[in-house]
């Protein structure tokens, strides 16, 4: 998996060096110094020029060090600064689409109560383009800030997040046969089980998720999330890497890393297993929390 060092990793590794090669240098141009004077007994002449090179190198090396490392947190400091801007645009744009495309869905839902148009199947892919897209938002939103923003831990119903989610999908039939109380940030445990139940309905065209909760030690939980879908023929195990598409009609790769990734931010581990193609895949989320 890629990964990338933080501001603070990079500043701390370029004070570093610039106190290696700055203090490397100082010793050298000393020492030759030092030397030179120890040989001024014996030829003068040559001491004294190699005690003013060392010192004229030797100083215009220090400067050329100093400079170097000026400039390396310099360009650190612009490239952060940079990025923080990009990501505050990225983060207004996205929460602006995020916002008009919920104002969509409403609307659309309360075109489908109407009598008329429940069996208008248009309306019905037009329901779940948005919700597709209005999740792609979020979590490009989430991806964002997941490095940077602080995760909330408190106890959340599973229950009660699993049926209010499981509205999104009516295609599909979610069912739990224990509920449990779970120790996640809220929005990230919304944004993993969102996550799966889209991958089941669009790229598993699962009609139903079973949701099994067993009690661990520890106060640990593990929650299976099992579809009967297309199943995957690859190594399921994969699924989740860093923006990876398996096939040419897969997403982006977005949603199940950034489940993984949450997972892990809250001291859990989310991971996949397929018995194979057409039987359906599992998701295994072990986290914190206790049986209702």
């Known amino acids: 998996m890629k990964w990338a060092l933080s501001k603070q990793w990079r500043l701390g590794l370029a004070g570093l060096w610039l106190l290696l090669t700055f203090s490397l240098s100082a010793w050298w141009m000393m020492h030759g110094m030092g030397q030179s004077a120890s040989m001024q ?3 003068h002449e040559i001491a004294a020029r190699q005690y003013r090179m ?17 400039g390396l947190f310099y360009s650190i400091y612009w490239d952060e600064k940079r990025n923080d801007e990009i990501r505050r645009f990225f983060s207004t ?3 602006e689409l995020k916002t008009s495309l919920t104002s969509l869905r ?22 779940r383009d948005v919700v597709r897209l209005e999740l792609q938002l979020e979590n490009a ?11 909330f831990l408190e106890e959340i119903p599973l229950g009660k997040t699993v049926q209010a989610i499981s509205a999104h999908w009516p295609q599909l039939k979610v069912s739990l046969d224990t ?4 120790k996640a940030d809220q929005r990230a445990l919304e944004c993993i089980l969102k996550n799966i139940l889209q991958n089941a309905s669009v790229h598993g065209s ?12 520890h106060d640990r939980l593990q929650i299976f999330l099992t579809d009967n879908g297309k199943g995957f023929d690859g190594k399921a195990e994969e699924l989740g890497a860093r923006l990876v598409r398996h096939t040419t009609r897969s997403g982006a790769g977005i949603g199940l890393y950034l489940s993984r990734l949450l997972a892990s931010r809250m001291g859990g581990k989310l991971s996949f297993s397929s018995p194979g193609a057409g039987k359906g895949l599992k998701a295994s989320l072990e986290i914190q929390g206790r049986l209702a």
């Open 93 to 95: 744009f996205t929460h």
């Open 141 to 151: 939103l989430v991806l964002a800030q997941a490095e940077s923003s602080k995760l």
């Open 54 to 70: 060392f010192l004229w190198e030797g100083s215009f090396l220090l400067a050329f060090v100093s400079l170097g490392g000026a």
């Open 41 to 43: 007994e014996y030829t």
């Open 106 to 127: 409403l609307q659309a839902e309360i075109l489908e109560e109407d009598p008329r148009n429940r069996e208008n199947e248009n309306l019905r892919r037009l329901l």
């Open 179 to 182: 509920d449990a109380k779970v």
């Open 206 to 217: 699962a009609t139903s998720v079973s949701v099994a909760v067993q009690g661990q030690p």
